[in-house]
């Protein structure tokens, strides 16, 4: 079946700092990938996607690649900002209607 | 509206009793999505509509569980006799289509908690 796993957390660590959470999935065929945040006392939200092969998602200063032959869509910043502190979730949808998510991972950047 | 809406944001409720949960897509949205996210866990899939339809149910824990959908428009969620382990965020979100780069909005939640 599809399936997504992403780095466990926590992850803590200092504004500026780089950041990466991986995540790799399983998945027939040619799924969609997402990266989901959800902000403390807010609803989740799409932080970035991408469709194809090959394709980056960015948005934030985040981005993220899609990567067939790893099977894998890791999330990465450059430099981080204690409003980046959120959990973060990889998510895919094998092109019909199930989107699969993956366990969150809880970043906290201190200042 | 502007976004997806949930209510109520929290209830609390005794074992046994019957909850439900309601979700208000964004208007014109054909897909419905129900989740459940229990404390430090990832999200759960539980059911989806195609409009008013369920194709797929199975994300369904029990059949103390249902859920129905009017249209395009408002969908419930039903928790029967609940239980403690019923106890998490119920999470709605819904996108234009049911195909698979179409983003989901998520409503904030609805927490359940069974005393």
């Known amino acids: 079946g599809n399936s997504v796993t992403q780095m466990e957390g926590p992850v803590t660590l200092s504004e500026e700092a780089f950041l990466t959470i991986n995540c790799t999935y399983t998945?027939?065929?040619?799924?969609?990938l997402f990266w989901y945040v959800q902000y403390p006392g807010e609803g989740l939200q799409l932080l970035l996607k991408?469709?194809?092969?090959?394709d980056k998602g960015s948005n934030k200063g985040f981005e993220a690649t899609y990567r067939k032959e790893t099977t894998s869509f890791h999330l990465e910043k450059g430099s981080v900002q204690v409003s980046d502190s959120a959990v973060y979730f990889c998510?895919?949808?094998?092109?019909?209607?199930?989107?699969?998510f993956g366990a969150g991972t809880t970043v906290t950047v201190r200042a | 509206g502007a976004g997806v809406s949930q209510s109520p944001s929290n209830k609390v409720t005794e074992k046994g009793k019957d909850v439900e949960l309601r979700c208000d897509p964004i208007?014109?949205?054909?897909?419905l999505y129900w989740y459940r996210q229990r404390l430090g866990q990832g999200l759960e899939f539980l059911i989806y509509?195609?409009?008013?339809?369920?194709?797929?149910k199975s994300g369904l824990p029990s059949d103390r569980f249902s859920a129905e959908r009017t249209g395009e428009s408002v969908s419930t969620l039903t928790i029967q006799r609940t239980q403690q382990e019923d106890s998490a965020v119920y999470l709605c979100?819904?996108?234009?289509?049911?195909?698979?780069?179409?983003?989901?909005?998520f409503g904030q939640g609805t927490r359940l908690t069974v005393v």
């Open positions: 998510a895919l949808n094998p092109n019909d209607y199930k989107l699969s």
């Open positions: 208007s014109g949205h054909t897909a």
């Open positions: 998945a027939t065929g040619y799924p969609s």
């Open positions: 991408a469709t194809k092969a090959d």
């Open positions: 979100a819904s996108s234009p289509y049911f195909t698979g780069g179409s983003e989901a909005f």
């Open positions: 509509f195609q409009g008013n339809s369920a194709p797929d």
